[in-house]
């Protein structure tokens, strides 16, 4: 059974730099895809970024693109998301999830964490 456990969330204003941490009790972790994903109120779940722990090839969302950045630790089986110059509409419930598939649908995002809350104030 594989669990992830996040953490690092919480109440920032505008400009903060927080970092987040996610860590899976998963046997291989370094040939999985690790990802950070948020749900603001009302909306849709959506991709944040993604990290390949295997080569280290990463993905970012368009609206977070230079000011986050995922990172894994794989000796600690643990995937981070630095977030730089928050702002208000960063404002979500924060999850990692994992997949062994390397270009995976939403779907196949097999193991979810139970979510973290950060919250941006302007």
Same mark, same amino acid.
């Given at each position: 059974?594989?669990?992830?456990?996040?953490?690092?969330?919480?109440?920032?204003?505008?400009?903060?730099?927080?970092?987040?941490?996610?860590?899976?009790?998963?046997?291989?972790?370094?040939?999985?895809?690790?990802?950070?994903?948020?749900?603001?109120?009302?909306?849709?779940?959506?991709?944040?970024?993604?990290?390949?722990?295997?080569?280290?090839?990463?993905?970012?969302?368009?609206?977070?693109?230079?000011?986050?950045?995922?990172?894994? %630790?794989?000796?600690?089986?643990?995937?981070?998301?630095?977030?730089?110059?928050?702002?208000?509409? %960063?404002?979500?419930?924060?999850?990692?999830?994992?997949?062994?598939?390397?270009?995976?649908?939403?779907?196949?995002?097999?193991?979810?964490?139970?979510?973290?809350?950060?919250?941006?104030?302007?």
């Amino acid at each position: 059974q594989v669990q992830l456990v996040e953490a690092g969330g919480g109440l920032g204003q505008a400009g903060g730099s927080p970092r987040l941490s996610c860590a899976a009790s998963i046997r291989t972790f370094s040939t999985y895809v690790m990802g950070w994903f948020r749900q603001a109120p009302g909306k849709e779940r959506t991709t944040v970024a993604a990290i390949n722990s295997s080569t280290g090839n990463t993905y970012y969302a368009a609206s977070v693109k230079g000011r986050f950045t995922i990172s894994r %630790d794989n000796a600690k089986n643990t995937v981070y998301l630095q977030m730089n110059s928050l702002k208000p509409e %960063d404002t979500a419930v924060y999850y990692c999830a994992v997949t062994p598939h390397t270009r995976p649908t939403y779907e196949e995002w097999g193991y979810w964490g139970q979510g973290t809350q950060v919250t941006v104030s302007s």
